[in-house]
């Protein structure tokens, strides 16, 4: 098992797409890339902590790849605008990609490297963030598999 960590926006909409993804076995919603200890969504909403709204992906590699996963956090967002998905705006939703090893940083310098050649943004740039991964804390209960128990729900995407 291999973990992965990604922020695109609305931490609802990317966990629904990581979670049906063949290979990958669990997914958590939470904050990381903060200072502020055990935030909690009220903090982090508040844009005080300097956390993102983040996805934790466990999955298998010899199911799906890393750079398969990178291929879907390209297509799930925006990764050309700062600190906004949608209707969402603020530090806590910009794109980044929290990588866990050297390994994970460089596969996604070069699949963004491989984005920008291919044009799939046109002549936007990709604003994502690569940062190392820290302490990822788990949100409230109420937010994981929050379409799953919210049937209807949105989050602006």
């Not at 993804?21 to 890339?33: E, P, Q």
């Not at 705006?89 to 980044?96: E, I, L, N, V």
């Given at each position: 098992?291999?973990?992965?960590y990604?922020?695109?926006?609305?931490f609802?909409?990317?966990?629904?797409?990581?979670?049906n993804?063949?290979?990958?076995l669990?997914?958590?919603?939470?904050?990381?890339?903060?200072?502020?200890?055990?935030?909690?969504?009220?903090?982090?909403?508040?844009?005080?902590?300097?956390?993102?709204?983040?996805?934790?992906v466990?999955?298998?590699?010899?199911?799906?790849?890393?750079?398969?996963?990178?291929?879907?956090?390209?297509?799930i967002?925006?990764?050309?605008?700062?600190?906004?998905q949608?209707?969402?705006?603020?530090?806590?939703?910009?794109?980044?990609?929290?990588?866990?090893?050297?390994?994970?940083?460089?596969?996604?310098?070069?699949?963004?490297?491989?984005?920008?050649?291919?044009?799939?943004?046109?002549?936007?740039?990709?604003?994502?963030?690569?940062?190392?991964?820290?302490?990822f804390?788990?949100?409230?209960?109420?937010?994981?598999?929050?379409f799953?128990?919210?049937?209807?729900?949105?989050?602006?995407?």
């Amino acid at each position: 098992m291999v973990k992965a960590y990604f922020a695109a926006g609305c931490f609802w909409h990317v966990e629904e797409a990581f979670r049906n993804v063949r290979g990958v076995l669990s997914t958590a919603v939470g904050y990381t890339g903060g200072s502020a200890r055990d935030p909690t969504y009220r903090q982090v909403c508040s844009g005080k902590t300097g956390h993102a709204e983040t996805v934790e992906v466990t999955f298998d590699p010899s199911v799906v790849t890393y750079e398969e996963l990178l291929d879907l956090f390209w297509n799930i967002h925006d990764p050309t605008t700062l600190n906004r998905q949608g209707p969402d705006h603020g530090t806590q939703y910009r794109s980044a990609i929290f990588y866990v090893n050297e390994k994970q940083r460089d596969a996604a310098l070069g699949s963004r490297r491989k984005m920008e050649a291919l044009g799939a943004f046109g002549r936007r740039r990709i604003v994502t963030q690569m940062v190392r991964a820290s302490t990822f804390y788990r949100a409230e209960e109420y937010h994981q598999r929050y379409f799953e128990k919210n049937e209807g729900a949105t989050c602006g995407m």
